[in-house]
């Protein structure tokens, strides 16, 4: 079946420290990875993506490289902000459907 | 300003009362999908329609309906069956569920019940 693992928080950071949040994945065949971002009271919002092994996904500061053969796609990012405090969801799909397969999140804090 | 929006953004209900959640897309997508958001429990998929007039149960189904009378639109009703319906409630879609594409989520409805 398909399922995403990713590291528990919280984690609480201090501004300019870098970041890795881990996430590892179950899927058969070859599905495209997402990083979501969900800040207090609003709805997730699409972070980066890699639809195949070896791409990277980047956007604002963020990075997450498609390892096939070790089936994650860690989150990093190497100097965090107080702005970057939210919940950052790991997710999978896979062509069936479009149907997404969700971390639990995992809760970052960052202290000036 | 092309998006998805959820009203109302907080609901509160009694028990045994049925309750629907609304969701509208403009961005001309095909596929639209409702989620259940518990806390330490990241997203389950209720329900998601590929099309109007079809839709399909997700993994919790149980306790809850959906329409899909216009492609705009994919309301979600919480029944009375529901045994603990008290959650953060997302409404996401995507241009097709054909192939995979990036999901975009509604700001949300947190419903209580009282």
Redesign the interface.
Known sequence: GNSVTQMEGPVTLSEEAFLTINCTYTATGYPSLFWYVQYPGEGLQLLLKATKADDKGSNKGFEATYRKETTSFHLEKGSVQVSDSAVYFCALSQNTGNQFYFGTGTSLTVIP | DGG?T?SPKYLFRKEGQNVTLSCEQNLNHD?M?WYRQDP????R?IY?S?IVNDF?K?DIAEGYSVSREKKESFPLTVTSAQKNPTAFY?C?S?I?????????????T?LTVL
Not at chain 2, 96 to 108: A, E, K, L, V
């Open positions: 998805i959820q596929a999908y330490g429990q990241g997203l998929l998601y590929q399909q997700g997302l996401a995507s097709s569920s054909g192939r995979i594409d990036t999901q975009y989520f509604g700001p949300g947190r």
